[in-house]
């Protein structure tokens, strides 16, 4: 970068690196879906699944090294918690996605402004705003017309419900919110989902209102992961009606993702479509989640990287 003055160019030599991450497995699926598992150093692995659909190109980020928040239905919880992403490695993850697509066959042929990645949902491993200084300094990376230029619309956080950073959030970098609901009551959250003991229903909606405010979209959407005989029948889809109606929002139900020892099945196609049509008729629109990348293990949930975990269980919901 000869066109810096030489000064600036010996200080950026002490103060900064140019680092890419390394990728330890590289897989495309039949649909087209591509995962990279990547060396986050110390046996750890995060992983960054790139999904194209006809409009659209969708990149799913992670945010952590595992998660403290051990949902009970998602590997990724299961597996514990190392550490948090900085915002390198989390901007890099995009910026690796890019010039990876960028060499394959079918987008060789693309302009440059031309964009593959024109999506970007940050539902990988890791809960996005338990690392909330790196994950918004990397939103910020996105958004600015200097960088990636990618509209607030099209960038979508995921969390399973952090109260009072979904309220930072909406002042600092208003994206598309999406909020792993899962369950219609705080009996079964709680357990499901066990950090709604410290940030019950009432107070999620409370905060789900106030975000639609400053929000992109004029909706909050609400993730619905579908287990057998847990969460999934003709009541409590009524229930959830009930919850949720004060709330502009769209559902999505997830088919669960089966993984070894998981203790769920996913509910039958039957109910699924049982539980979305009394949504629907309530007027709330909800789809139902296509699977992706099933035959590589990129689906939802099946995000499993490499985690050596550096908590005890009781530490971890101080991590939060
Ligand atoms: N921690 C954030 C984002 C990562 S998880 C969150 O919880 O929202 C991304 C989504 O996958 C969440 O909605 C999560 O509940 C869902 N998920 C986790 N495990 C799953 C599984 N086994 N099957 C289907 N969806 C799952
Ligand atoms: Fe963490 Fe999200 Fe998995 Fe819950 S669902 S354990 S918050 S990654």
């Not at 810096?4 to 330890?24: M, N, V």
């Not at 999506?119 to 809960?127: F, H, L, P, Q, Y």
Request: hydrophobic share 40%.
């Amino acid at each position: 970068m000869t066109d810096l003055a030489k000064p600036f160019r010996t200080s950026l030599d002490e103060i900064a690196e140019i680092e890419i991450p390394e990728i330890e497995l590289d897989h495309i699926s039949l649909d087209g879906t591509r995962k990279w598992l990547l060396d986050m150093g110390t046996k750890n692995g995060i992983e960054t699944v790139f999904i194209p659909e006809k409009s659209r190109g969708t990149l799913c980020i992670s945010s952590q090294v595992g998660c403290a928040l051990e949902c009970t239905f998602c590997s990724t919880g299961r597996q514990g918690f190392n550490r948090n992403l900085t915002s390198a490695e989390i901007i890099g993850q995009l910026w690796l996605a890019n010039h990876k697509l960028r060499e394959q066959d079918n987008y060789k042929a693309l302009k440059k402004d031309e964009r593959i990645i024109t999506n970007v949902v940050m539902m990988g491993m890791g809960e996005p705003l338990a690392n909330y200084k790196h994950v918004v300094h990397a939103l910020e990376m996105m958004l600015d017309d200097n960088i990636y230029g990618l509209s607030r619309r099209k960038v979508t956080l995921s969390t399973s419900g952090l109260v009072p950073a979904i309220e930072k959030l909406s002042l600092d970098c208003p994206v598309s919110l999406a909020i792993s609901l899962h369950a219609p009551n705080n009996k079964i959250r709680d357990e499901i989902v066990p950090i709604n003991k410290k940030y019950p229903l009432d107070m999620l909606m409370k905060s789900c209102l106030n975000y639609v405010e400053k929000a992109p979209r004029d909706f909050i959407t609400f993730e619905y992961v579908m287990l057998e005989n847990v969460n999934d029948s003709i009541d409590q889809a009524k229930e959830l009606v009930n919850l949720i109606k004060n709330v502009p929002s769209k559902i999505n139900l997830i088919p669960f993702n089966p993984f070894p020892k998981s203790g769920y099945k996913c509910s039958k196609k039957t109910t699924i479509k049982a539980f979305q049509e009394i949504l629907m008729d309530a007027g709330i629109v909800t789809t139902i989640r296509k699977t992706r990348g099933d035959d590589i293990d990129a689906a939802c949930g099946q995000l499993a990287g490499q985690v050596q975990d550096k908590t005890k269980r009781t530490q971890r919901l101080q991590l939060i």
